[in-house]
């Protein structure tokens, strides 16, 4: 099984960057459909961005489109979600989360996810 450990949130102004990082160890990230998600205060828990293993299909939320990006390193077996142009509604608290697999499928809900990251809490505000 992977243990995943997610860095890298913060308080940042509208406009502003950020980096998330999800450290996995255990397992390598290649085995494992993964995902992006996030969960506003009082709010539900959404996807943010999801993909396969290997990332062969890559699935972003419309309102992130444009502005975040995933990214990889292999050798640190960690996956990254970089966040550009925040916006106040991007707050929330941000989650990795991952599904061993066997194909190239990926999962936009939040429930198909066998193990998580311990969320870290970004807030956008001026």
């Known amino acids: 099984q992977v243990q995943l450990v997610v860095t890298g949130g913060g308080l940042v102004q509208p406009g502003d960057s950020l980096r998330l990082s999800c450290a996995a160890s255990?397992?390598?990230?290649?085995?494992?459909?993964m995902g992006w998600f996030r969960q506003p205060q009082g709010k539900a828990r959404e996807f943010v961005v999801i993909?396969?293993?290997?990332?062969?299909?890559?699935v972003y939320t419309e309102s992130v489109k444009g502005r975040f990006t995933i990214s990889r390193d292999n050798a640190k077996n960690t996956a990254y979600l970089q966040m550009n142009s925040l916006k106040p509604e991007d707050t929330a608290v941000y989650y990795c989360?991952?599904?061993?697999?066997?194909?190239?499928?990926?999962?936009?809900?939040?429930?198909?996810?066998?193990?998580w990251g311990q969320g870290t809490q970004v807030t956008v505000s001026s």
């Open positions: 989360a991952a599904r061993f697999a066997v194909d190239g499928s990926y999962y936009d809900g939040h429930a198909a996810y066998t193990y």
């Open positions: 993909w396969s293993r290997r990332g062969n299909t890559i």
């Open positions: 255990g397992s390598t990230l290649d085995n494992y459909a």
